[in-house]
């Protein structure tokens, strides 16, 4: 029995462990802030240990591990807005009507990374599990539970909203201007 269960764990260790910066940078993206990425990846892991032996050796593990990762994160956010909703709403209308931060002297990945964070959050979730870790639109549809049109129309309108984001950041420094003043090149 217990040669059984050090297999197991080592089974367990083999095939997930290997995804753990993939899974807690995804939270980070989805989350906006590390420390409920790092609880999030934590109970990821944690359901994932409790239902390994529903998984199926041989089959895509990572696949299986961002659905649960997507399914912690919604949950998260329930217990979230839950709690928000009791807090001060004059705090909470402060930090709605906070004015943008300026922009950095130079676009980089922080000004990238926070035109993905004005995202909608299912938006953000379709381009990120896309573009950044490369689920198929059916591997994606499946963890979050919605048909593949949705997924395909999601990107489509998250991409559109990113181009906005870094077309106007990019703006003020002279990034994207050339067609727009009618002058010839």
Same mark, same amino acid.
């Given at each position: 029995?217990?040669?059984?269960?050090?297999?197991?764990?080592?089974? #367990?260790?083999?095939?997930?462990?290997?995804?753990?910066?993939?899974?807690?940078?995804?939270?980070?993206?989805?989350?906006?802030?590390?420390?409920?990425?790092?609880?999030?990846?934590?109970?990821?892991?944690?359901?994932?240990?409790?239902?390994?032996?529903?998984?199926?050796?041989?089959?895509?593990?990572?696949?299986?591990? #961002?659905?649960? =990762?997507?399914?912690?994160?919604?949950?998260?956010?329930?217990?979230? #807005?839950?709690?928000?909703?009791?807090?001060?709403?004059?705090?909470?209308?402060?930090?709605?009507?906070?004015?943008?931060?300026?922009?950095?002297?130079?676009?980089?990945?922080?000004?990238?990374?926070?035109?993905?964070?004005?995202?909608?959050?299912?938006?953000?979730?379709?381009?990120?599990?896309?573009?950044?870790?490369? #689920?198929?639109?059916?591997?994606?549809?499946?963890? =979050?539970?919605?048909?593949?049109?949705?997924?395909?129309?999601?990107?489509?309108?998250?991409?559109? =909203?990113?181009?906005?984001?870094?077309?106007?950041?990019?703006?003020?420094?002279?990034?994207?201007?050339?067609?727009?003043?009618?002058?010839?090149?």
């Amino acid at each position: 029995m217990l040669n059984s269960r050090h297999s197991r764990i080592d089974e #367990f260790e083999k095939a997930a462990l290997p995804h753990l910066k993939d899974l807690y940078r995804t939270a980070a993206r989805l989350l906006g802030d590390s420390s409920a990425a790092e609880d999030v990846v934590q109970e990821t892991y944690l359901q994932a240990w409790k239902s390994f032996e529903r998984f199926a050796p041989g089959t895509n593990c990572r696949a299986w591990l #961002f659905k649960i =990762l997507v399914h912690s994160v919604q949950h998260h956010r329930r217990k979230w #807005f839950h709690l928000r909703l009791v807090k001060e709403g004059e705090e909470v209308l402060e930090q709605a009507v906070a004015p943008p931060p300026p922009l950095p002297e130079r676009i980089a990945d922080a000004g990238i990374l926070g035109a993905l964070d004005r995202l909608p959050a299912d938006f953000r979730a379709v381009v990120l599990l896309a573009d950044v870790e490369e #689920f198929s639109y059916k591997e994606i549809a499946g963890m =979050l539970h919605v048909p593949i049109g949705t997924v395909m129309s999601r990107l489509s309108r998250g991409r559109q =909203l990113l181009r906005e984001h870094l077309s106007a950041a990019a703006r003020p420094y002279g990034i994207g201007n050339a067609g727009e003043e009618g002058g010839a090149a």
